[in-house]
């Protein structure tokens, strides 16, 4: 089974009361969102692959380490695009794909309207991004859609998340490690989760 890491951090957990407060604005939410992924991505890097290089300071010939390993972030449109800054500031080589997702909102069925990933993504390391974890089929979709490109190293950061969901990813996809904010208590009768922060989507962008 994969890890399951919540990450108990004074600054994550404050930051994350700024972010579930219904008053909290759009511009304050789409800045501190990113400070979390940023805070978390440090976090989460701590056991990439390294491998030694040799380089020349201004004095000598020294050895080195470096990420052994491509990394890419994806997130889930839209939410996820929600913390990719934050992440991309720690880790500015890493590239990019997006995999866009939408949920039924009445059925609560998954579906995928868009998949861009960068070359070479199979042998990287892949930062599955959503901030929302509520059936998780969405992420499950997502993985499944990384799985069919031969991607093997799916790491899913997400933000806060409902036990089913956790349950349903863990039972499907044993294999890839999650990291959370915060796991909260249940979803509620419409599929959202609950203390959870409403819709992140339209908060991050101002739709509703
Ligand atoms: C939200 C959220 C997740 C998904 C979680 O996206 O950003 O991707 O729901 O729900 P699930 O775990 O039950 O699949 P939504 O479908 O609302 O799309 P949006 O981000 O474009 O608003
Ligand atoms: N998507 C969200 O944005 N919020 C939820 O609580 C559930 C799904």
Redesign the pocket.
Known sequence: MGKLIIYKHPLIDHKLSIIRDKNTGMKDFKAVLNEIGGLMAYEMTRDLPQKEAMIETPICETKVKVLAKEIVIVPILR?GIGMVDGISSLIPTAKVGHIGMY?DEETLQAHEYYAKFPKGVEDSIVLLVDP?I?TGGSVMMAIEALKKRHVKDIRLVGLVAAPEGIKAIQEAHPEVDIYLAALDEKLNDV???VP???????RLFGTK
Not at 196 to 202: A, F, I, K, R, W
């Open positions: 939410a949920r929302m509520a599929g959202y989760i959870g922060l409403g819709d992140c989507g339209d």
